[in-house]
């Protein structure tokens, strides 16, 4: 009996994102499409970081609007507080606490080699603030707190889940075992979308040219526009080939939201030019987000809902981390209360 509840135990698996900005086409082919599925194979918990938000400083006015319509997207892509934990991370305390003690055993030396650090303190050198440095010390605890065993994330974060690994394994050697030691789960099949307006560079949040990133709550309206004003090459067929990125861009999504493979999308444009195609990208990406931005709208329309939901969320997120930081703040040698 014993045997089969442990194979049974469904594995779980934990990731948060920033409310920096409303996600964009990018997040949603390249993560969040993915992520309702995981509910059904994994014990699932996602988190909306606003602790994290703020090591690069944010207006208080827009956090907090940006955070509300997070919540709301992620309801809206198919997350599901029956069935997964959704919770904001300034709610739950046991972050800060636990990312205090994490903080005591990482090493300064561990801290400064996070290209993540070194490229965000450039891009805001007004700002080199020790949050920013100490940054991996509370992802750390998000991902230790909840004993997750995988973690989906961009490949952009596998150096922050090493040092995760290299604190849990520490703190374990020491004390025995306290944590799950976790492992980076990077998409191999998520598309990467690159930007519309220069498909060289990635499709990002952070793009000055707002041309060249579509954004999940855009208008059917903009969304069209955008496409239409894809940037292409001079040829006239629509083929996946090697200096051809903008065309190579413009399939990669239609195959992601359609399903068609590069050959069937090749066959069923042959013959037709760019501006077919363009606008037959741009009509599919709006009917897939159709359903997404119509329950965002019900969803932002009814925030007592959403705070009923974030609260629920809270209080079994404090739950669940409040053991495994019982245990910590035990092993350390803290007096009970
Ligand atoms: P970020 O926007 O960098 O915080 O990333 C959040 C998630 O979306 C990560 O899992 C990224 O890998 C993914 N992501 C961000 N931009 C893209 C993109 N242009 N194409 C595919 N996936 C992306
Ligand atoms: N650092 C992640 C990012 O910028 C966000 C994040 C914070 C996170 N805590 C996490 C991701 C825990 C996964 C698990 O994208």
């Not at 198919?78 to 606490?97: C, E, T």
């Not at 191999?188 to 949040?205: E, F, H, I, Q, Y």
């Not at 041309?211 to 083929?239: Q, W």
Request: aromatic content about 10%.
């Amino acid at each position: 009996m014993s045997e089969e509840i442990k194979k049974e135990r469904k594995k779980r698996s934990l990731s948060l994102i920033q409310p920096t900005s409303i996600p964009t086409l990018g997040n949603y082919l390249g993560a969040m499409k993915g992520w309702s599925s995981f509910q059904n194979d994994y014990d699932t918990v996602f988190g909306i970081a606003d602790l994290h938000s703020i090591t690069v400083r944010q207006d208080p006015k827009k956090l907090r609007q940006q955070t509300i319509e997070l919540y709301a997207l992620l309801l809206s892509v198919g997350l599901d507080p029956d069935k997964s934990i959704l919770f904001i991370q300034s709610h739950v305390p046991q972050h800060s606490q636990l990312g205090w003690i994490l903080n005591c055993y990482t090493m300064f030396g561990e801290l400064n080699r996070m290209t993540q650090f070194k490229d965000k303190s450039q891009q805001h050198s007004d700002n080199v603030n020790s949050g920013l440095f100490t940054y991996p010390c509370l992802m750390a605890a998000d991902i230790l707190l909840y004993q997750a065993d995988i973690v989906p994330v961009g490949a952009d974060q596998k150096q922050h889940l090493e040092i995760t690994r290299d604190i849990a394994e520490r703190f374990n050697g020491i004390y025995g075992n306290v944590f799950t030691v976790p492992e980076a789960y990077i998409p191999k099949n998520g598309a990467r979308v690159m930007s519309l307006a220069d498909p060289t560079r990635k499709m990002s949040k952070s793009d000055p040219n707002p041309k060249g990133t579509v954004y999940l709550t855009d208008e059917p309206s903009v969304i069209m526009k955008k496409f239409k004003s894809a940037v292409t090459d001079s040829e006239m067929s629509v083929r996946y080939a090697e200096g051809k990125d903008g065309i190579n861009n413009l399939m990669t999504i239609y195959s992601a939201v359609t399903g068609k493979d590069f050959d069937a999308i090749e066959s069923e444009f042959a013959g037709k030019g760019y501006g077919d195609f363009k606008k037959a990208v741009g009509e599919a990406v709006v009917a897939e987000l159709e359903p997404v931005q119509k329950k965002y709208n019900e969803y932002m329309a009814d925030k007592a809902y959403l705070q009923e939901q974030w609260t629920k969320g809270a209080e079994i997120a404090s739950k669940v981390s409040q053991r495994t930081l019982d245990k910590v703040m035990k092993k350390v040698g803290f007096l009970q209360k």
